[in-house]
């Protein structure tokens, strides 16, 4: 949670500050009388990888509709690459939740993949046209989907299907990747697929990772950073700082017990105080719903910033 200061280059001026992949400053979202976060500042370095958690309705998606100019924030502001979000911006990436896609439909994986490179200039031509089949063979590639490309979408699997949704979002080559519960409805070896996808991409180019999920467990391993917001309040750090009964205590506002089991992270939540409707006992996951663990490195014990 420290920032290091800028080198100095042999003459001894200095280097100036890399452009974060995403910056966000006094950013506050609310609706009506009711606000989802406010006061957040947070700058996410090229390559690195954020888990965004908290319970149902604590604002998560919207984060990511704001960085996705979908959403105007009600303050702050909010940049990518250096520049104000704006819609359409193909240095931004989005994988949704995987849902299976009506049987009948007959886009090709090569086609949907392709979309991703829509808002991308390639020129007109036969030039034009063969740089953006390579972009498309060379995601299809990389997510090993190139053996069912041909198909109609709607014959494929849900892991067919999302490891297609993710070269669409790679395809482009962008700085940041917005991940909306990616591995749901995934079956274990498929979130693992996704899972190392993503992480190979964050580390082959740098792409920034913003991952919205209720499950960290698959993904903990490779989490440098945690934002974790529950109801307007929120901690920001390492999975160490802030999956902690201190951290979550305070954002929760009711006792929380974070234990670590087998190399796992099992927080369980206080019996009379249920952290949300569905949550009347424990165990929980760190997002607050019952029953589910996560992988983890042990304890630190450090204090997040907790806003
Ligand atoms: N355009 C809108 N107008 C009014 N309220 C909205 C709007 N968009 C979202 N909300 C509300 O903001 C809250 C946060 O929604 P959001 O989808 O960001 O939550 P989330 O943390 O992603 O939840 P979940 O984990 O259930 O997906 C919800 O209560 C939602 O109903």
């Known amino acids: 949670?420290?920032?290091?200061?800028?080198?100095?280059?042999?003459?001894g001026r200095k280097t100036p500050e890399p452009v974060p992949a995403l910056a966000l400053r006094g950013a506050?979202?609310?609706?009506?009388?009711?606000?989802?976060?406010?006061?957040l500042d947070l700058t996410v370095h090229p390559?690195?990888?954020?888990?965004?958690?908290?319970?149902?309705?604590?604002?998560?998606?919207?984060?990511?509709?704001?960085?996705?100019?979908?959403?105007?924030?009600?303050?702050?502001e909010a940049e990518v690459t250096g520049r104000a979000v704006r819609t359409g911006n193909d240095r931004v990436g989005y994988i949704p939740q995987q849902k299976m896609i009506d049987p009948g439909t007959t886009v090709r994986g090569r086609d949907l993949v392709g979309f991703g490179l829509d808002g991308h200039r390639f020129g007109v031509g036969l030039r034009g046209r063969r740089r953006r089949r390579e972009k498309v063979d060379a995601a299809l590639a990389e997510v090993g989907a190139g053996a069912y490309a041909d198909r109609p979408m709607g014959v494929l699997s849900g892991g067919e299907q999302q490891r297609l949704r993710v070269a669409q979002a790679l395809c482009g080559d962008p700085a940041v990747l917005l991940c909306d519960e990616p591995l749901l409805s995934l079956d274990l070896a498929n979130q693992q697929t996704v899972a190392r996808l993503i992480d190979h991409r964050r580390h082959e180019a740098g792409t920034a990772v913003l991952f919205v999920t209720h499950e960290v467990n698959p993904i903990l391993p490779m989490v440098d950073r945690v934002l974790y917001i529950v109801d307007g309040r929120f901690a920001v750090g390492t999975p160490d700082e802030v999956l902690t009964t201190e951290v979550l205590t305070d954002l929760y506002r009711t006792p929380v017990d974070v234990l670590r089991v087998h190399g796992r992270v099992i927080v369980v939540g206080a019996t009379d105080a249920p952290l949300?409707?569905?949550?009347?006992?424990?165990?929980?996951?760190?997002?607050?719903?019952?029953?589910?663990?996560?992988?983890?490195?042990?304890?630190?014990?450090?204090?997040?910033?907790?806003?």
């Not at 949670?1 to 003459?11: E, G, I, S, V």
């Not at 506050?28 to 006061?39: A, I, K, M, N, V």
């Open 1 to 11: 949670m420290t920032t290091q200061p800028a080198p100095a280059a042999a003459d």
């Open 28 to 39: 506050g979202l609310g609706f009506g009388d009711r606000t989802l976060w406010s006061g």
């Open 276 to 307: 949300d409707p569905h949550c009347q006992a424990s165990p929980m996951a760190p997002d607050g719903r019952p029953g589910a663990d996560a992988d983890g490195p042990a304890a630190a014990g450090r204090t997040a910033a907790l806003r």
């Open 47 to 76: 390559g690195e990888f954020i888990a965004v958690l908290g319970p149902n309705g604590s604002g998560k998606s919207s984060l990511l509709k704001v960085l996705l100019g979908l959403q105007p924030l009600s303050h702050g």
